[in-house]
């Protein structure tokens, strides 16, 4: 399963503005098959849990605070190379500094609210797909 599969959230700032096609559009478009997705709102524990490897960070409780604001899109990618394809998809965390025609170039507001979320590693791949899906709801073809 490893390097096959990455995970996913469309983040409630593109959920707001509407971007949730627009976004699936381009992710198929690249090649990626959706194995699993829903739509759901993360609490405010379960938004701390998720992103906990930034616990220490400055901007952590507005990152929790974000990311349980409203619904976010959670969704498990099958492809090869499945992790690096999509950080190269999505672009850089800054969409001021992310290439033409990436997803955060396209949809993101600023490095706060852009849009995507994006595993960045085959073992965070795996962690956060498990997160949010149990294994049964993940279909892999």
Not at 5 to 25: E, N, R, S, Y
Not at 27 to 46: C, D, P, Q, W, Y
């Amino acid at each position: 399963m490893t390097g096959n599969i990455t995970f996913t959230m469309i983040k409630p700032d593109a959920v707001k503005a509407g971007h949730i096609g627009g976004i699936l559009a381009k992710i198929n478009e690249a090649g990626f098959r959706i194995v699993a997705m829903k739509l759901s709102k993360l609490s405010t524990e379960k938004a701390g849990e998720f992103y906990a490897v930034h616990a220490a960070r400055p901007f952590y409780g507005e990152l929790v605070e974000f990311m349980s604001s409203g619904c976010i899109v959670a969704a498990v990618l099958e492809k090869d190379n499945a992790v690096e394809d999509f950080r190269k998809l999505i672009g850089a965390t800054n969409p001021a500094d992310a290439a033409p025609g990436t997803i955060r170039a396209l949809f993101a507001k600023s490095i706060g609210e852009n849009a995507v979320h994006g595993s960045d590693s085959d073992e965070n791949a795996q962690i956060e797909a498990a997160f949010h899906f149990a294994g049964t709801d993940i279909f892999r073809g």
